[in-house]
């Protein structure tokens, strides 16, 4: 049984709620984040890429090594802080092994609708289990 989480890029509004809600569940420091949310755009945070009038952004949950790969609590249901709290639901979990969870539906949907699915390079040393699906953008 594999957990894992699926963010659709498309869906984030890089709002940040998910990092927060992992860092008030686990009374995190400051400067401390098990997940962080990177802009594609201008190479600052929030701040375009390109040139008027073609700009493009978007962001994406990044999850470090420092995840614990939770399942929240009793209250969340099972599922991550992170994922539970996310407002657009950009973020799906659930067993990979088991094509009825959230997790393996969204993917098989995403998949159809020919989102490209990928995980970030070993490079970047990412969490796990942690897909990403994109189209168009
Ligand atoms: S994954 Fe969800 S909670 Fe996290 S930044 Fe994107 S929209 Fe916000
Ligand atoms: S899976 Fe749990 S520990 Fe990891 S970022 Fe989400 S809430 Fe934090």
Redesign the pocket.
Known sequence: MAKN?LANVNRCVGCWT??L??KQ??GLADDEY??FIRTIGGGQIDTPGGKWPNLYMKWMPI?TKK????A?NAATGGV????FNCPTDALVYGDSDDPESAYSKTLAELKSEEFRVYQLDPWEEP?DGVFYAEKGI
């Open positions: 989480i998910c990092s809600s992992c569940a686990y098990r997940v999850y995840c614990i790969g939770c929240g991550p802080y992170c994922v969490r």
